[in-house]
C-alpha cells in the first residue's frame, strides 16, 4: 500500500471515531420517500383529513342549517354577519403573521374562528361592531400565551368581550335546537373528540352537566323542557369549543376534570344569570385552568429548571429563521425548528412510521406546523397535537431554553 493511500485511510479512521464536543451531531441519513403507500378507504381519510379543514366542512353546514331555520327576514343579515366575521378573522390574521414575520398564509383557525363568531352574533350585528370582534379575537390569541400556546378560546374571548364593551347580543342561531343540526352537532362533537382524542372530556362534560340539570330539575320538582338542558347549543359548544386542542388539557384524567368542572361552572352562571351565552364565562375559566395544571411539578411540559437540561451543539444563531435541524442528544434524535425568533424541539420520528420530521418542511397549514415527508402528516410545534393524518399520536415536545447563547433541550 502506497505512503499517501495510508496516509488517507489513516485520517479517515481518525475523523470515524472523533467525538463530537457536546450532545448534538447529524442524523443518518433516512430515505426521502415512504417504504410503502396504502391503498385508499374512507376511515384512512377520515384519519388523514386535517383536524382544521374537517372542523370547516361540519361548521359550515351547520351555519347554513341554522341560517334556514331563522325567520326569513333575519336570514340575509345573518349571512352578511358571518361572511364578515369570517372575511375580518382572516384578514387580522394575515396583518399579525405579517407584522411577526411569519410566513403569509390563509389561516385555517382564523377561518374557524370567523365562522364561529359568525354564528353566533346576533344576525342584525352592525358589521363594524362584528370587524372589531373578530380583530379583538385574533390580537388576543396572539398577545394572551403561556409557553407559545393560546391562553383562551378566540372566538369565545372575542364574543365575550364584544358584549361586555361593545354591547353585543349572542343569538347562537348556528346551534338552533332542531332535530336535524342537533344530530348534526352531535355528530360532529363525536368525530372531532376521537380525532383529537378528546372523548373523556366530552363524556365528562355531557355527564356532568345532564346530572346537574336533572338534579335541579327534580329538586325544584317542576322539570324544564329536555330542550334547555339537552339542546343544541351545549352540543355547539362541545363540538367546536370546549375541545379546542391548544386551550384544553391532553392527559384523559385532567380532561375529565376540565370537562366536569367547565359544565358545573357553566351551569352554576347559567342558573344564577339566566343567560345561556354566559356559558362562554365558564369555558374561559376552564382553558385558564388548562394552563394553570401545566406548572404543576412532574408535568411533562413544565419548563425546565435553570441549569438543567442537554446541550446541544448548536448556537442559537445556527440555526435560521424558518428553518430546521436534525440533531441529536443523549442517544435520541430530534427535530429543532426556529420560528418568529422562539426554538421548537420536537421527536424526529414522525409518529406514523417513524418518517424523518428534520427532513420535512414547517409552516404548511400555520406558522408553526410541521409536515413529514413521507405521508405528509402535520404536527402543531407548539404542543406535538397530530393536527393532520395519517399519524395518530402525538409527537413529544421538548423545552428549548438558551444560555450563553447556546441551545438547551429537557430530554
Ligand atoms: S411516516 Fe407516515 S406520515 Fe410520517
Known sequence: MSGERIRKKNQAKKAGSRRPVCGATPIPSAPALPPSSKPFSPLDWLRSVSIYKLAICLLLPAALIGLLALPQSAQLPALVTLAIA??????????????????????????????????????????????????IAMLTKRLLRIRHVPLFNSAALGLLLGGLLLGTQDAWWASASTPVLSALLALSALVLSWKLKRLPMQFAFLAAWLALWGAAAASAGNAPAPSFFLGSLPLYLMAFMLLEHTTSPMRPSWQILYGGLVAAAAFAIVLSSFQMEAILVALLAGNALTKLLLFLPGTPSSAPAAGAGVELCLGKADLAEGSTRCVSAGGRNFSLVRMSGKYYCVDNACTHMGGPLCKGSVGELNAYTITCPWHHSVFDLRDGQVLRGPAQESLRRYEVSVRNGQLYIRA
Open 86 to 135: 369570517v372575511l375580518a378573522c382572516v384578514l387580522s390574521q394575515l396583518v399579525l403573521s405579517r407584522k411577526a414575520g411569519a410566513p403569509l398564509s390563509l389561516s385555517e383557525p382564523a377561518l374557524i374562528s370567523g365562522l364561529i363568531i359568525g354564528s353566533v352574533l346576533a344576525p342584525d350585528t352592525p358589521p363594524l361592531l362584528v370587524a372589531l370582534i373578530c380583530a
